[in-house]
């Protein structure tokens, strides 16, 4: 019988909590068609399954945060970790969409994975080693974007869409288990109330460095969804790309995510989070340009578009370990509620930038059109962290 666990989790724990996140997300896209087949609605009806589920995550997000902080890390993942394998069998056994559908947006609790673990490791770090820690958990998790749709392809060719579902309700089920054995409780000043709790909230809300780093990481993110929203696009109508072609093309700003997050992990201890930041801001921003100097030198290659891209990759990975301990240091009682606010913004705003960008790539698509969207997303997050610099040293002057 397993004993509930009284210590910090394992870092493996923590990689796969934050990594079904992921996956829940993406790991069923290739059955989408065949979903909106077995429901009888169209594409654009089961895509509600993507769209309603990240807006579910976002709104989630901004909830289990401040949870976490009143009531302790451990129920609260333990309590996601039920709910998500519970709507997982409910979405296998779905014979109506909406039901389907309902079952689905509550799978979204599982962004507690990510957003609880991020708040584990503020509770037993220092800022810089925080840095490294999420560095080395992210770099191990940005497997799971590749893999998932791969996996999820095979199995619902061989044995149907339902089997993505089989495999959450089993992946749940297990985490479930070693959550209740591994996951001891991290959060040892809570809030007695939540009364006293939102009292805290003006110190957070109030903190420009917590929103400095919050837009960082939201326009940094907010490149990779630009590039997601465009690239299907712009790879069809200009680079006549097969669709095997492009899922390899796709993975190429992940590999460099996963560079990033490594040197992060490796150099984070080493440099203040605002070089660390800063660094991957440049990356990004200089490998955009150079992407665009060579585009309208006339150099068209494919290399030119996806040499970019990876430096984009690379940045987000330099960039977003720090740009999380940030966030999660500015009032470290309220760490949850910190990362479920800047979560809510990332993927708020990733969602409204990969919608504009699909609205300015539709019947215009073009490479330099996208990696100047890139570029502009990019740039916003290089100027908030030149913010936080500059209230650093401010406040250190006075």
Avoid at 243 to 251: D, N, Q
Avoid at 321 to 350: D, F, H, I, N, Y
């Amino acid at each position: 019988m397993l004993r509930p666990a009284t210590t910090p989790p394992h870092t493996a724990t923590l990689i796969m909590l934050a990594g079904i996140s992921v996956l829940s997300l993406n790991m069923f896209l290739p059955s989408l068609a065949h979903i909106a087949e077995a429901f009888a609605v169209s594409y654009a009806t089961a895509s509600l399954a993507i769209g309603g589920y990240l807006a579910a995550t976002a709104v989630l997000q901004l909830v289990i945060g401040p949870l976490s902080d009143r009531y302790g890390r451990r129920p609260i993942m333990l309590i996601a970790l039920v709910l998500f394998t519970a709507a997982s069998l409910g979405c296998l056994l779905a014979t109506e969409f909406w039901l389907f559908l309902t079952f689905r947006l509550m799978q979204g609790m599982i962004t507690a994975g990510w957003l609880v673990s991020m708040a584990i490791i503020r509770d037993t770090s220092e800022p810089q080693e925080a840095a490294s820690l999420i560095g080395y958990v992210t770099m191990a998790m940005a497997v799971a974007p590749m893999v998932g749709p791969m996996v999820g392809g095979v199995l619902a060719e061989f044995f149907g869409w339902r089997a993505n579902f089989v495999v959450y309700l089993v992946a749940g089920a297990l985490l479930l288990a070693i959550s209740w054995a591994n996951v001891g409780e991290t959060n040892l000043a809570r809030s007695e109330t939540f009364a006293s709790q939102a009292r805290s909230y003006p110190e957070l809300f109030a903190s420009r460095r917590f929103w400095g780093y919050s837009v960082c990481m939201a326009f940094s993110t907010g490149a990779f969804y630009t590039f997601l929203a465009g690239i299907p696009l712009v790879a069809e109508t200009v680079f006549k790309l097969s669709t095997s072609h492009l899922g390899i093309a796709m993975g190429s700003i992940t590999g460099g995510f996963m560079t990033g997050s490594f040197l992060s992990g490796r150099y984070s201890k080493r440099f203040a989070l605002t070089t660390m930041v800063l660094a991957g801001r440049i990356a990004a921003c200089g490998g955009l340009t150079v992407g665009l100097v060579l585009w309208f030198s006339g150099i068209t290659h494919i290399v030119a578009m996806f040499g970019a891209v990876v430096m984009v990759g690379l940045g987000n990975g330099l960039s977003m370990p720090g740009c999380s301990a940030g966030v999660l240091s500015v009032r470290p009682k309220l760490a949850g509620s910190a990362s479920g606010l800047a979560g809510a913004l990332t993927v708020g705003g990733g969602g409204a930038l990969s919608a504009i960008t699909s609205w300015l790539l539709t019947g215009n698509a073009s490479v330099p059109g996208l990696l100047a969207m890139m570029l502009f997303s990019s740039a916003v997050g290089l100027l908030a962290v030149l913010y936080v610099m500059w209230v650093d040293r401010h406040e250190a002057r006075g």
